[in-house]
């Protein structure tokens, strides 16, 4: 069990480009800490296309010799991990298929809630599914809607429910959408003479291009004959923002722009609120769990003036495939992940800050190991509040059973995960650090922006459990 969560996805889509592949593939590698499980890409060549896809990372799944087949100036690419639907080869995207309007292939980062409603009825109209997965759902929608392929990709759209930010190639046509509450990011950005669709901006920044547009809840960009065209595919009343907190807190890579703001920049204002939080602590170092907190340590000690020091170091190679230290290695002290600097922490009152606590287990795991390093006292800050429900919009999260914070309270945490203290942020402090935009906070107060249809009964059951 992982005692982490874990984003779902990215896509990547290249519109006109000369090496749309290669440029797809540079776009996914940035992309890769949204999803290590699997990944691929499609490209459309004279109404035909071509799809290589498979288990691993980017650069395991392509060479040079596979991007070379890859040929045209239209390409779309996903990188995964899997939570709706299995990791079996049919699941891994994109996902291509023959119908009315002749080849198409689809790329989505999200989780759809109303999969198993839509599922059945696509059965019952004589659909066959290949895979398990809820973005086969939207392929055959498209196929079983009506009209152009814009008209059937509004139609799709609204008839989904959930987190999506979906990119649909047809020919030299492309679509992208983003949900009516905005829960996964995606963003747009001209280059030469096409374009550049992605999940994150930082696959943007690698080619040198800094300027982007969001696509807006429940908005829809057609990229078609050179030009790209705006809809709003449902009214903006029924749409609302509702970015997901998380790629905020922990997700999306600090150089990404989302909605306007900086995700370092928002990370380091979390840090500066849990500093707000501490005007009594007396520590002498401040030390972030490395990658996705150190922006909220440099925050919390430019705030509350302590030395910010590299207290723990990441060994960044420690992927999936990894082959895990066994029990007998654990306890002669192989530890792979993550190492203390003793001469750093030693007889220090130390400010540990962390960007999230699941099962808990991790957190016990790094204070000991601050502790065994010489600390002479470990204060840890969190700079999200107690994760408490399950995410039913593309986040791999846990049961309310298995997440700490949903049995147990901040002074039991503390005393499970042999902290000195303990402290969380309220839902607002995270609100107002990325202010304007509004977050999704439902795996924090369980306030769901949608309605989770066949889901919800396993959430009905997850609460009789605790
Ligand atoms: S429930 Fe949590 S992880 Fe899921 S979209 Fe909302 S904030 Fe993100």
Known sequence: ??????????????????????????????????????????????????????????????????????????????????????????????????????????????????????????????????????????????????????????????????????????????????????????????????????????????????????????????????????????????????????????????????????????????????????QDLNADIVIGVPDSSLSAAMGYAEEADIPLETGLVKNRFVTRTFIQPTQSMRDRGVRMKLSPIPSVVKDKSVVMIDDSIVRGTTSRRIVKLIREAGAKEVHVRIASPVIQWPCFYGVDTSTRKELIGANLSVDEICEYIGADSLKFLETDEVRQAACPVGLCMACFDGKYCTSLFSHQKSLDEDLADV
């Open 1 to 278: 069990m992982f005692d982490e969560i874990h984003e779902e996805c990215g896509v990547f889509g290249a519109y006109r480009l000369k090496d749309a592949a290669a440029l797809t593939y540079y776009g996914l590698h940035s992309l890769q800490h949204r999803g290590q499980e699997a990944s691929g890409i499609a490209v459309c060549n004279d109404h035909v296309i071509e799809v290589i896809k498979g288990k691993g990372l980017t650069i395991d799944v392509f060479n040079k010799q596979k991007l070379e087949l890859l040929k045209g100036d239209c390409a779309i690419g996903h990188v995964r991990y899997s939570t709706a639907g299995g990791q079996e080869y049919q699941n891994i995207q994109p996902i291509a298929a023959t119908g009315p309007l002749g080849e198409i292939a689809v790329v989505h980062n999200g989780q759809i809630v109303n999969d198993l409603e839509l599922r059945r009825q696509l059965e019952e109209e004589g659909c066959i599914f290949q895979g398990t997965s809820d973005s086969e759902i939207i392929l055959h929608l498209i196929n079983q809607e009506s009209g152009d392929l814009l008209e059937r990709a509004m139609k799709t759209a609204r008839k989904l429910v959930g987190a999506y930010s979906i990119l649909i190639m047809q020919d030299d046509h492309l679509i992208a959408f983003r949900d009516r509450h905005g829960l996964r990011p995606l963003s747009y950005t001209r280059d030469r003479d096409g374009y550049l669709i992605s999940s994150e901006t930082c696959a943007f920044e690698i080619m040198g291009i800094y300027d982007s547009i969001t696509i807006a809840p429940g908005e829809l960009v057609e990229f078609k004959k050179g030009l790209a065209k705006a809809y709003q595919y449902i009214d903006p009343k029924e749409c609302s923002s509702n970015m997901c907190g998380m790629e905020y807190i922990y997700f999306a890579r600090p150089d990404s722009v989302i909605e306007g703001q900086n995700v370092h920049s928002v990370r380091k204002e979390t840090g500066r609120q849990l500093a707000r939080k501490d």
